[in-house]
């Protein structure tokens, strides 16, 4: 399992890649990020704060995982005065597509394949 991220107008880079569970091998683009792999199915990818990390402050992030099984993704935050998501997908030699966005208590999903699932929380 791999996680990977893509600034506007730059190539992907590795952040983290694993082979197996409890293994997590941390490359060059990783700054501000934390990954673990606690089991087979479940690799973690966590940031404190995106806007602290971002070479870019202004753009958004794009953050990808390259598996041939399911895979599910969280994103909790906290004390965002504008809690909004936006989930992307980046099919190879594809460009980044739309799966999923909120505003507080709604959202939106896009038919651009993938299953979305989104729990609200206050």
Do not use: I
């Amino acid at each position: 399992m791999f996680w990977y991220r893509q600034y506007p107008g730059k190539e992907l880079q590795l952040m983290f890649y694993s082979a197996a569970a409890g293994n997590v091998n941390e490359e060059g683009a990783a700054d501000g990020f934390t990954s673990t792999r606690p089991s087979g199915s479940n690799f973690k990818l966590e940031s404190r704060n995106l806007c602290e990390v971002a070479d870019y402050p202004t753009d958004f992030r794009c953050l990808s995982q390259f598996a041939e099984q399911g895979v599910k993704l969280q994103c909790h935050v906290e004390g965002a005065s504008t809690p909004r998501m936006f989930w992307y997908r980046q099919d190879p030699g594809k460009g980044l597509q739309l799966m999923f966005y909120c505003y507080h208590q709604s959202s939106r999903s896009r038919g651009v394949g993938g299953r979305v699932h989104r729990q609200a929380t206050e």
